[in-house]
């Protein structure tokens, strides 16, 4: 059935792009791969709060689940049941995916946390963070980059990389519990026999009649 292989298609995505996001979220965590930073609290603030692991990644790893459980379901009142479920499921999954791309986004426009020069001595702070009276944002500005952050050791790039793939995991994770509230409630609407009451065209051609014969 077309809601059901639906159903199936985007639990499979959303569990794939569930575990990008939280591989990114934990190595944004883990700047050098070193848990020191972490510990000592000189992570970025979006990468704290953490929600590619507990929004886009286990909040959506249960609506794939569900998904998956829904799309076996059998009998016309237990499917619109689940398929009821599902839009409800969807919508939390597609709040938590939306919370995930906007932090994601905040991250990325903001900078990282970093220990650079000032005219005192060196501080902890965002440095790349935009003023409009000084830059648009180190984005637009890649001279920026290097130089800027004594530590950790190339923290900026590693950021942008990993907040834009957590980010546009997340968008597409949007886009897919979107995607399937529609069909959910297509399923809801139509039923089970959504594809199994399409007419053939094989059964549109005219059988030949039999020939009576008379002994």
Request: glycine share 10%; with cysteine.
């Amino acid at each position: 059935m077309c809601v059901s292989s639906c159903l199936r298609c985007v639990a499979v995505s959303l569990i794939a792009l569930a575990i990008v996001c939280m591989l990114s979220n934990i190595l944004l965590l883990l700047p050098e791969l070193k848990i020191h930073f972490l510990l000592e609290g000189h992570v970025t603030r979006e990468a704290t709060w953490a929600t590619g692991l507990w929004g886009s990644g286990f909040l959506v790893l249960l609506g794939a689940r569900a998904f998956v459980q829904s799309s076996k379901t059998r009998g016309c009142c237990a499917f619109r049941r689940q398929m009821l479920c599902q839009v409800v499921y969807s919508c939390v999954c597609l709040l938590a995916a939306g919370v995930c791309c906007l932090v994601s986004a905040t991250g990325l426009s903001q900078g990282p946390l970093c220990l650079y020069n000032t005219t005192s001595a060196p501080t902890w702070g965002v440095p790349l963070q935009p003023h409009p009276d000084c830059h648009a944002g180190y984005l637009y500005n890649r001279t920026l980059w290097s130089g800027l952050c004594l530590e950790p050791r190339e923290v900026v790039q590693w950021n942008v990389v990993l907040f834009s793939v957590m980010g546009g995991a997340s968008g597409l994770q949007t886009v897919l519990c979107g995607a399937n509230i529609l069909n959910s409630l297509l399923g809801l609407i139509l039923g089970q026999g959504l594809c199994h009451n399409k007419v053939s065209p094989g059964s549109l051609t005219m059988k030949p009649a039999k020939k009576l014969f008379i002994m």
